[in-house]
């Protein structure tokens, strides 16, 4: 009767270390789980914002192209200058 309690009590211990175990490992995955979540957010957001810049700069570049036309008039200055230094 003796061994059966002690063997009983021990299982009992056992099973509350393993459960213990168990619970803080998974907790630690669901930490880790959350900040990789929060990191690939966090890059995707720069990315974006990144794209949207590169957006708006390309349309104002074309806006001043549209504007003011300097493209080809910049062109021909550094085509004389080249020439001249030649």
């Given amino acids: 009767m003796v061994v059966q309690i002690f063997i009983a009590s021990g299982t009992l211990a056992v099973l509350f270390i393993l459960f213990l175990v168990i619970t803080k490992s998974t907790g630690t995955i669901d ?5 990789l979540e ?3 957010r966090k890059e995707c957001d720069i990315q974006l914002e990144s794209l949207e810049f590169r957006y708006k700069m390309k349309a104002a570049d074309k806006q001043f192209e549209e504007t003011y036309g300097t493209k ?8 004389k200058a080249v020439d001249g230094n030649e």
Avoid: C, T
């Fill in 31 to 35: 930490n880790h789980l959350y900040k």
């Fill in 38 to 40: 929060y990191l690939i």
């Fill in 72 to 79: 080809k008039r910049f062109a021909d200055d550094i085509q």
